[in-house]
């Protein structure tokens, strides 16, 4: 009989592992707690604003390999768009200034050269922070790697805060570094920045759920775990509230959930078992107007705009649609939504009416605020020593999740390494493609 793989969650690192072993001649079964999958990379339809919007605005990069590999195997990748250039259009709205960091494509940062094409107001010996980031140690900060001025203000700051979700003054320096390795420090080429044409579920769930039903796997919703029984330090059981599902000896089980429900699952199985345990929220402001503005010049080009000094950290523009993430939302959090929708809808305007070819009404149609409260774990040192391994002390048993120890913080990328390190110590067949 074939082996068959239990994969708990259908987020991006439940998905991804299914995506990995369907169709590799292992039964597959995913099984999700929602009425569908996506887990906090999602679209849905919103009665409110009158149209599909996502939970919040996600971008990728095109170093994301093991994204554009997912896509690739679920036949998604013309759904994913974004502009021909490394180009990041940006408004400074403290100390008023427009402008576009256009990174070099090759792996020598020219850009920091390029008065045109750098962070106005910036010195070169700033770009040591880039050198701090990458040596930092496991303790150090981001806010401890920057040197003071226009390039930490206007880029390092707002990029770090944006990558890892989590302050400077408190984040950590080397989660950054993961990610500046794996984007800046390659060059342009591996940073052009990378979105859903349409939406999170069309480009990252809709497809792999055609691909998975193809490759025979079974997924299914509404299913979620409540507790799980071990025999001879293995799973031998996953209660599904009044459904019970044998795992068999030769079975395995990803545990793709979010950090807390792992720990209630596992506490009881497995002594001293350790996620991380502090969050931090981001917040989406999608106003949908009654026309579709008509943008022009990098904003056209690149879709969204990164705004400094303000609430706003990222605009973007989806036919009649803006949508703005603030992200380390928790800073926020004793704020009435509704008065920060009006501050954020006055940054918005002052930030696109420029870019625009008629300027945004003093108020949009209708606006939707929507506050992901546990977005990611808190990137601190001290949490990022509590990400525990694939591997557990079940045999039968991986974990899997953007907040397991992949060493990148809690992004889709991340979410997907997650996938495949835990098919990866189970010691699974995947494609090899
Ligand atoms: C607002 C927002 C903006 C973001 N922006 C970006 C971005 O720009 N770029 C980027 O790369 N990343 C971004 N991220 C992060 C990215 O969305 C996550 O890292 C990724 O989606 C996490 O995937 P996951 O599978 O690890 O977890 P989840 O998505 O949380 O998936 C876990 C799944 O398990 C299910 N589940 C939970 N309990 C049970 C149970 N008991 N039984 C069965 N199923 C269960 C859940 O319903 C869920 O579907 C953003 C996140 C948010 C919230």
Redesign the pocket.
Known sequence: MARHVHI???????LAAAVEIAGSGQRVTV????RA?????RSYEDKRLGCRID??????LSA?DLVFRYLGLTGALDTVGGPSRPVFPFVDLEKPKQWSLELSSGRVPWWLFNKKRRVPGMHLKEALSLQKILAAGPETTVSECLVPGELSRRLLDPFSI?VVNTPSDVASAALLASVVRLSLAKGGAACLPRYPREGLSESLVDPALEHLKIMKAEVRTG????ALETIEGRVSSLSFGDELVEVDRHDAVIL???AP?AAA?LEPHIPDFQVPNEFES?F?AHYRLETSPVPFGDFREAGFIGVIGGISEWIYLKKDLISV?VSAASRYADRDPEELGDVIWQEVRQALNPHLATILPEQPLTRRM?W?KR??FAATPAQERRRPGARTALSNLAL????TATSLP??????MK?GHEAVRVLGLRGLQV
Not at 31 to 34: Q, S
Not at 37 to 41: E, F, H, K, N, T
Not at 400 to 403: E, L, P, T, V
Not at 410 to 415: D, K, P, S
């Open positions: 708990i969650g259908g987020g991006m690192a439940g099984y999700e707690a929602g999958c996506g887990g906090r990379a939970n919040g605005n996600h971008m990728l994301n944006s299913m979620r775990l409540t793709a959930v979010t429900v699952l981001i989406n993430t929507v992901e977005a990611t899997a999740g953007d907040w809690c992004t889709i990328e991340g979410a997650s």
